[in-house]
């Protein structure tokens, strides 16, 4: 039988992935100073949340854990601590363990009791200054001890709770807050159904009920507010202890008049003492603009509701209710958003492709027909075309969202990195709110992951380096996000030592890839560290060592239809720069033709368009042309014969020329018969559909119905670089 809170527990962990992510972000404000005091609240908040969603899937380790941190993080609130370079330190290592803890719960593994405890540990040192954890306080919970672990305080509790219709919108339930206070003790519940209207009045999103719960357990008042701290903001709730007192809602003072949604009428007076014979005269309600936070605790008479059928002339609200009714009501008018699972986005953006290929073929069609391009039926086609498009950029902006979810799963990675290596390092971030399609940000996450622990390992000097190098002690890795002609552009730069050519160059000669006497450029040296197994380490270890790191990195950039390049300057540090499409899902491309076969070039790799004359063009061999351009020699690809659609090779005067650049920034001329303009086209996965086929990365349909191939550049670059350097050599040995 399927479980019915399996869904509400999944989107509690999504919740728990944002607030860590909210977490992490406002520490790193913490840790650089630029913290408002909003900041502090927002982190607090991220965690109490975490504490009391956890309270209600019964998850008692990620309980404790969050509890004791929260209370530290409440300290730095209050101003009883600090919070200085080391305290933000240790909260940093807390979200950490926190987040360890949260996937733990997730996925039903074992928390690290060793970790957490050595956090409460820290925890207690940082809040006595460092030295011996304080004793606490009486009644107060100590470091690593829940609410629940205090001493009974008092004897049973009668508790009115009557929830607004707000509480059931944001898919609480009042079933689970039963059962949750159920664990505090025996409990009787009576419901008060007084206040339903008839059938055809019912409001579906109102709220009616209204619950009188007898609990019967010597327990805190703190420990029934856990239970409903959830929902706190989103019901009327009184808590009585013992017989005739009820104790007053947080942020009602003392003379607060209110009517509850069952009838009952509650008015708040202050405390009266234990050894008066006769009780005091009601003290007159003060209109106070802001009510101040009363030290007694107040207390109120109950006044018994009056028969239905008479009119209830409710007293004047105070401030403060009338705030909460107007916090409610514009917390109602703000735009909502919604969980839609993943498959449903995809399905429709896999429609709204159809979409674009049937609105293509039509435009087709009626140019094919000869229609006039003032009538009617062209003038809306027209407009169909630019409803599609604004369709088009609408669904695939609901796929875009901001990189800050992969950023900030990085400053625990320079920590742990950092404490591995025993360096000193900062990390920077900027661009944290670029937007890219949700596929592309769910496979970035590995190629940055090894290129920030390649610039910290390899690129960081040790301490004593940075020293004789005049550099502070605290290396600092940067790591930026932008947009750059219609592509997102990451950027991983360090201020290291920069990249030991020398180094590289031996290595790839020890291994065999290059000969001892080959002359390389610099551009080429540096990439020879993607090759597969290249590794400059001295030895293994469990940060470096095995020459899979930026391996791993070319391929997966590669897959995403990227390229990456470096830039190093000796003793100044080195820039790693990604630039990957927006989006898997479409594609600005160049429509060209070979031999009859229409093919789409990605946009982004074309540099220019030429028409080659016969005076620059040079032959290499029998099949290879290069072509002098701009005081270089590039290779000339012909496409036709590259794809197998001709046998004998075309006449570089008299095709279309495209210079195109491929991963690492190496440049090829690519050969065709002719350009057709450039088309924003669907991408189909031709390998999902039929198979891979060499030098194809995709597929795509046409206005005419026809299917049109989406050349693999890189593919078709690096095939001709190999073809020219084997004909180099030959001509060498010649």
Known sequence: MEDPMAAIRETFFQEC????????????????????????????????????????????????????????????RSGELVASPHVVGVFL????????????????????????????????????????????????PAPGETLADTPAQIGGWEILFTPRPELYAKANETAIILRELKRLGPISVELDASRLPELHELDPEGAY??????????CAEEEIRHVFEFVEDDCVLSLTPRGGEVLAPAGFAPGTVITGDNGFKFEFFPPVAEDEAEPSPEPEPEPE?????????????????????????????????????????????????????????????????????????????VLEAGINRASGVAMALEELEHLTREIQDSVMAIRAQPVRSVFQRMPRLVREVAAQTGKQVKLLMEGEGTEVDKTVIERIADPLTHMIRNAIDHGLEPTEARLAAGKS?????????????????????????????????????????ISPDAQLSD????????????????????????????????????????????????????????????????????????????????????????????????????????????????????????????????EPEQSVALLVEGE???????????????????????????????????????????VALILDVDAVVKTARSEARGAELTLDAN
């Open 17 to 76: 992935e944002e607030q860590l992510a909210e977490l992490e972000s406002g520490l790193i404000a913490m840790e650089n100073g630029t913290a408002e005091a909003e900041t502090v609240n927002a982190v607090f908040r991220a965690v109490h949340s975490m504490k009391g969603g956890a309270g209600i899937f019964s998850l008692d380790a990620l309980v404790r854990f969050a509890h004791v941190f929260e209370t530290a993080l409440d300290k730095v």
């Open 93 to 140: 290592r807390a979200a950490d363990v926190l987040a360890d803890v949260v996937r733990a719960a997730r996925d039903g593994g074992q928390v690290d009791e060793a970790r957490t405890s050595a956090m409460v540990v820290e925890f207690a040192q940082i809040e006595d200054g460092g030295g011996v954890a304080k004793a606490a306080e009486p009644g107060a």
């Open 209 to 218: 009920l209204t619950w009188r719960i007898w609990l019967e357990a010597a």
């Open 289 to 365: 603009p802001e009510p101040e936070p009363v030290a007694a605790r107040a207390v109120a008479q109950i006044v018994p509701p009056r028969p239905r059928e008479e009119p209830v002339h409710e007293a004047p609200k105070s401030p403060a209710v009338e705030a909460m009714a107007a916090k409610a009501e514009a917390g109602a008018a703000v735009s909502a958003t919604i969980r839609v699972d993943l498959d449903r986005v995809d399905r429709m953006i896999d429609l709204v492709g159809e979409l674009v290929i049937n609105e293509a073929m039509l435009s087709q069609r």
């Open 473 to 513: 002690v605290e290396g600092t890795v940067k790591l930026t996000a932008l947009h750059r002609s219609g592509r997102i552009v990451l950027e991983v730069a360090d201020d290291g030592g920069g990249i030991n050519r020398a180094r590289v160059k031996q290595k790839a000669i020890e291994n065999g890839v």
């Open 523 to 650: 551009d080429e040296i540096d990439n020879l560290i993607f090759l597969p197994g290249f590794s400059t380490a001295a030895k293994v270890s469990d940060i470096s060592g095995r020459g899979v790191g930026m391996d791993v990195v070319r391929q997966s950039v590669a897959a995403l239809g990227g390229r990456i390049s470096i830039s190093s300057k000796p003793g100044v540090g080195s820039v790693f720069t990604l630039s990957l499409p927006l989006t898997l899902a479409v594609l600005d491309g160049m429509v060209v033709s070979a031999k009859g076969h229409t093919l789409i070039i990605p946009l982004g790799a074309i540099v220019e368009t030429l028409k080659p004359r016969g005076q620059d063009v040079f032959p290499l061999d029998r099949d290879m042309n290069v072509l002098a351009l701009r005081g270089g020699y590039v290779p000339m690809v012909d496409v036709a014969l590259a794809l197998g659609y001709s046998e004998a090779p075309i």
């Open 664 to 706: 690492g920034g190496v440049r090829a001329v690519l050969l065709v018969d002719a350009i057709h303009g450039q088309r924003q086209v669907v991408i189909k996965s031709l390998e999902a559909n039929y198979r891979a086929v060499p030098g194809i990365a995709a597929a795509t349909v046409m206005g005419d119905g026809r």
